[in-house]
């Protein structure tokens, strides 16, 4: 799904859903293709998720305004939409 708020200024929260139990990863990337963020390294059941974000770095640093997107891939599966960070 989409990220809700979109754009957001707080936090934001991702939903998102597993077909099948796997190895999930969740990764938040700047438009010049930089990992940024990782939500989520890990092993998930088939079902529905949510993470919240709060537009901050892996370093911990809040990222500055703008456009990113998000990635999860969860087996073969691969899915990725944009969302905006308005600071």
């Not at 991702?14 to 938040?28: C, D, Q, S, T, W």
């Not at 059941?45 to 891939?73: C, F, M, N, P, T």
Request: charged residues 20%; without cysteine.
């Amino acid at each position: 799904d989409q990220n809700r708020p979109n754009p957001f200024n707080g936090q934001t929260s991702i939903r998102f859903g597993v077909a099948r139990r796997g190895n999930a990863e969740l990764v938040i990337y700047n438009l010049a293709g930089q990992r940024v963020a990782t939500l989520l390294q890990a092993y998930r059941e088939a079902g529905d998720y949510a993470v919240i974000w709060d537009g901050r770095g892996d370093d911990g640093v809040a990222l500055a305004s703008g456009v990113y997107v998000y990635r999860l891939q969860s087996g073969s599966q691969v899915m990725a939409r944009k969302l905006l960070l308005l600071r």
